[in-house]
């Protein structure tokens, strides 16, 4: 059996260590769940980019009419940007048949971690049996790993993860220490109050409520509104 | 409602959050283990070095027949020092009195990440009750730091976290993702033999039982050993 590892944030891990494996990146408040939103909205494709300048830079590449900026610094919306980082920005009038160049704080950072990987996956709640579905039949090695906020770990990354884990428990070799995550979400995620309860009460999510987007982690709570994979292919976009 | 918080591994929390707080360093497997059965068996003080070049120089400042050098390197001794890192190596005919110069892979490096402390403390089953009661009256931010294992979080560190936190439940404010190892601790530690269990299949559990050294994951698994709470004194040395 292969083995399903948790990262409960990216310093958890050496870079080198995910070489060759599958590493789906888990920032559930809110960038995986809204790259989830864009894509299964119909956006062409996500392109992330690690800083302002990047993404203004790389939105270069496209016409006018066929990009987007969106993300995020602090919460905020990034001055001159089309869009911000909720998910209800992400609608499919929005969206379809455009490419966005895409930057956030912890998000982008957990995806440069990653780049040794044979392949990078992204998963929120939106797409969680997708994703579970997709890892099923995979030989390689697997890699959950956690953003963070801010260079710490946080309750709303590892509950995402720890469903995953469970979700796939009979498929792969599993640590203790990866199950101390899917006990977790046993017991803090599995009802659809005491999830929302504890995305409130995570790092992320305090972050969210005291900038009033509470109707975010509430989005971000829900199971399998989406069936994509969001997936980074070698021109470095998600599709 | 002062706050406690577990910090899985180091690179979880950056040095400078730990200021001005009481940094209790965990690395059950073995190190703060063997330094509270060293001090709890009659040793003057046990001084944590960096390297083992360090350690030799550091232990120039005491009589030959008034120090030891102990401490190991992957798990095994080093060549040249009187003791290794088993607890059962501390006997107090062997320690008392005696200045220890200790230095290890794990448990060094977390006692550095936490130098901008207000105080250090060390922690581990065998001093558990001593190192609650201790805490009981802090005012200050509590920080249970875990050493982990080669740099990966590891579940016997955050199971003794786990059980401080729980036993201070009422006394600190904690987070919702520091009641991610409370809950762990509930679950797979509170019964001896499932302790036993978790720690034998731990990161830092599975190295020793490799090694050799399953008594060494029993002893460690035993609780309330001694009563005393090793503390760094400004000298750099734990007392």
């Known amino acids: ?14 870079p080198a260590a995910l070489a060759g494996g599958v590493v789906v990146v888990i920032d559930l408040l809110r960038a995986t769940t809204t790259i989830v939103h864009a894509l299964g909205n119909g956006a062409r494709a996500v392109v992330p980019a690690a800083s302002v300048e990047e993404a203004h830079a790389v939105s270069l590449r496209w016409p006018a ?25 992400y609608s499919a009038e929005q969206v379809r048949g455009k490419t966005i160049i895409f930057t956030t704080t912890n998000g982008t950072r957990a995806l440069r971690w990653a780049q040794q990987a044979a392949e990078i996956r992204i998963a929120a709640f939106a797409n969680l049996s997708a994703v579970c579905a997709g890892l099923r ?4 090695p697997v890699h959950l790993l956690c953003a963070g906020t801010d260079f710490r770990l946080s309750a709303e990354d590892v509950l ?11 498929t792969f070799e599993q640590s203790v220490e990866t199950r ?60």
Do not use: K
Not at 1 to 14: N, Q
Not at 137 to 140: D, G, V, Y
Not at 160 to 170: D, F, H, K, S
């Open 180 to 239: 101390i995550y899917r006990d977790f979400w046993v017991t803090h995620g599995v009802s659809d109050a005491s999830r929302l309860t504890t995305l409130r009460e995570s790092a992320g999510g305090r972050n969210l409520v005291e900038l009033g987007f509470d109707h975010d982690i509430e989005r971000a709570s829900q199971i399998d509104l989406y069936s994509i994979v969001p997936r980074l292919n070698p021109a470095g976009e998600l599709i």
């Open 137 to 140: 039949t995979e030989s390689r």
């Open 1 to 14: 059996m292969p083995e399903l590892c948790i990262h409960p944030l990216p310093e958890a891990v050496p």
């Open 65 to 89: 009419g066929e990009r987007l900026l969106g993300g995020e610094r602090h919460g905020v919306t990034i001055a001159g940007f089309d869009l911000d980082n909720s998910p209800f920005s």
């Open 160 to 170: 995402v993860a720890g469903a995953i884990a469970y979700q796939l428990r009979e």
